[in-house]
């Protein structure tokens, strides 16, 4: 089934440890996006990637890497997670010129 | 600063009725405004999006109504079913760093 598949679908993680959530998509999408989902304020763009080996900053990006070595994995890296990481995390892609964006399942990332 | 204010954050309308959620921007680059469903464990899904060239689109019991003097776009769901129990977002889009969403709209159909 076409998409984006997302893991792991949730994690506990203590502070100060290094953290990759994996996103991956065989839509062949050139964009990509990482959102963190918090109640109350709605989705936040953390990065982007409009093209195999570009990245950009989103909103919120304080924490968060990113890279795009390819067309199909957008994996997101928290180097050393705090207590406010916690949240659930979105990937999504899109293709150049259609705007409709198709998300993952998310992750749900608690950091203790 | 949030681009996209969206109100109410929550609304309960029976079963029928026509639950109306309305989202406003500032920033007249915006070419794109989507509307996403999302139910509880899932990830947002593309219900309808306009262009800010029409004034409004409808697919289904879903309709966007679109004021561009006003900066204005608003979602109408006809008919509502307590299967359309979900929450909401609007989004719009001017660049290329992608969409802003607005912060969601709690919305419950009671039976």
């Known amino acids: 089934i076409a998409g984006i598949t997302q893991a792991p679908t949730s994690q506990i993680l203590a502070a100060g440890r290094r953290m990759t959530l994996r996103c991956t998509q065989d839509?062949?999408?050139?964009?990509m996006y990482w959102y963190r989902q918090d109640l109350g304020l709605g989705l936040r763009l953390i990065h982007y990637?409009?093209?195999?080996?570009?990245?950009g900053k989103g909103e919120v990006p304080d924490g968060y890497s990113v890279s795009r070595a390819n067309t199909d994995d957008f994996p997101l890296t928290l180097a050393s997670a705090v207590p406010s990481q916690t949240s659930v995390y979105f990937c999504?892609?899109?293709?150049?010129?259609?705007?409709?964006?198709?998300f993952g399942s998310g992750t749900r990332l608690t950091v203790v | 600063q949030q681009q996209v204010k969206q109100s109410p954050q929550s609304l309960i309308v029976q079963k029928g009725g026509i639950p109306i959620i309305n989202c406003a921007y500032e920033?007249?680059?915006?070419?794109?405004f989507p509307w996403y469903q999302q139910f509880p464990g899932k990830g947002p899904a593309l219900l309808i999006a306009?262009?800010?060239?029409?004034s409004e689109k409808k697919e289904g019991r879903f309709t966007i109504s679109f004021n561009k003097s006003a900066k204005q776009f608003s979602l109408h769901i006809m008919d509502s079913q307590p299967g359309d129990s979900a929450t909401y977002f609007c989004?719009?889009?001017?660049?290329?760093?992608?969409?802003?969403f607005g912060k969601g709209t709690h919305l419950i159909i009671q039976p």
């Open positions: 999504a892609s899109s293709e150049t010129g259609y705007y409709g964006y198709t």
């Open positions: 839509m062949r999408h050139n964009a």
């Open positions: 990637s409009n093209t195999a080996g570009t990245t």
């Open positions: 920033n007249t680059a915006f070419d794109y």
């Open positions: 306009i262009r800010p060239d029409v």
């Open positions: 989004a719009a889009r001017g660049g290329a760093d992608g969409l802003t």
